[in-house]
T-cell receptor
């Protein structure tokens, strides 16, 4: 069964640095999402992407965040200038139609 | 406002015992409901979902859940728990129009021999 994949599994960065988290959604899916989970807290929606544009975003998804689908297979989340509070597990998800989502294994981002 | 409540932070059950994890939701539209499981250090695996129709839905790994509109609940059940079921369980709600899912805070399940 096809799965959503994410790289890297763990990213350590210094405060103020830019990071790019990468995801390969399931190939025939049309909707793409990013969620995050701060340690010990609930999973929170960041952004959804459809037809090469953002379809919805949460209050968390401020100007420091951006998403891109640079080619036919990858879906990326960029954080321009990381803050300590950006430390979290970031999950990518994709779906044929909303709102269901197949989640990837996550990237643990640690900002020091 | 949309929200999901999982009132039990941590549940401990004996292997072979039955399990029920509670989930209550508050949602303005017709809800789509989900249960996900997360093993330590792993991603979220979909156990089951409810969109419409039969209010008792079957999922993977022997889990089932029942949608009760009058109680705004979607409780997860399993008749006989296995040690491998120890994990964190998340209930989530969405709808047909919205892209995003709202998650509960999760219930951590411990299984003792």
């Amino acid at each position: 069964e096809p799965e959503v994949t994410q790289t890297p599994s763990h990213q350590v960065t210094q405060m103020g640095q830019e990071v790019i988290l990468r995801c390969v959604p399931i190939s025939n899916h049309l909707y793409f999402y990013w969620y995050r989970q701060i340690l010990g807290q609930k999973v929170e929606f960041l952004v959804s992407f459809y037809n090469n544009e953002i379809s919805e975003k949460s209050e968390i998804f401020d100007d420091q965040f951006s998403v891109e689908r640079p080619d036919g297979s990858n879906f990326t989340l960029k954080i321009r200038s990381t803050k300590l509070e950006d430390s979290a597990m970031y999950f990518c998800a994709s779906s044929v139609d909303r709102p269901r989502g197949n989640f990837g294994p996550g990237t643990r981002l640690t900002v020091t | 406002a949309q929200s999901v409540t999982q009132p039990d932070i941590h549940i401990t059950v004996s292997e072979g015992a039955s399990l029920e994890l509670r989930c209550n939701y508050s949602y303005g539209a017709t809800p789509y409901l989900f249960w996900y499981v997360q093993s330590p250090g792993q991603g979220l695996q979909l156990l089951l979902k409810y969109f419409s129709g039969d209010t008792l839905v079957q999922g993977i790994k022997g889990f089932e859940a029942e949608f009760k509109r009058s109680q705004s609940s979607f409780n997860l059940r399993k008749p006989s728990v296995h040690w491998s079921d120890a994990a964190e369980y998340f209930c989530a709600v969405g709808n047909q129009r919205a892209s995003n899912l709202f998650f509960g805070t999760g219930t951590r399940l411990t299984v003792i021999p």
